[in-house]
């Protein structure tokens, strides 16, 4: 299932030619990713506090095919897969109306917090499910 975000672009996130600043992609990545688990009813926060677990990022790209300007509205599709039980493979299509604006992807690593840092664990299989629902 895609989740879907929708966001204005702000004037701080242009630069002085008023396209919007490069990094911002990797900022609503992540943003999309937290409004992907919400809509799962998972919230990372309490899944960091309560149950030790964090979801570090591990890679991310992003391809541009589109300059973004202040006051565009912008809906970005997620989409999850699994890969090898532990790792989790986001990717995100940015949209203005139904032009493509930029692709990209992040991959992040299923861990739990122990005493001596983070440790790579698997995936719970109902946690899995409700992702992938």
């Given amino acids: 299932m895609k989740n879907k975000y929708t966001f204005h672009v702000h004037f701080g996130d242009t630069d002085a030619a ?3 600043y490069y990094p911002n ?3 609503w990545m992540d943003q999309a ?3 992907f688990f ?3 009813s998972l919230s990372i926060s309490k899944l960091q506090n309560e149950k030790s677990i964090i ?3 591990i890679e991310a790209n992003c391809r541009f095919l589109r300059p973004l300007f202040y006051e565009d509205v912008v809906k970005v599709h997620t989409e999850l897969t699994v890969e090898r039980n532990k790792v989790l493979k986001l ?3 940015f949209l203005r109306g139904d032009e493509k604006i930029a692709n990209g992807y992040e991959v992040r690593m299923w861990t739990t ?3 001596d840092g983070l440790k790579s664990t698997i995936m719970p299989d109902e946690i899995k499910k409700l992702l992938l629902k």
């Fill in 33 to 35: 990713t937290h409004a």
């Fill in 113 to 115: 917090r122990t005493d």
């Fill in 55 to 57: 979801i570090p990022l």
């Fill in 25 to 27: 992609y990797y900022k």
């Fill in 91 to 93: 990717t995100h299509q």
């Fill in 38 to 40: 919400k809509a799962k």
């Fill in 18 to 20: 008023g396209i919007v």
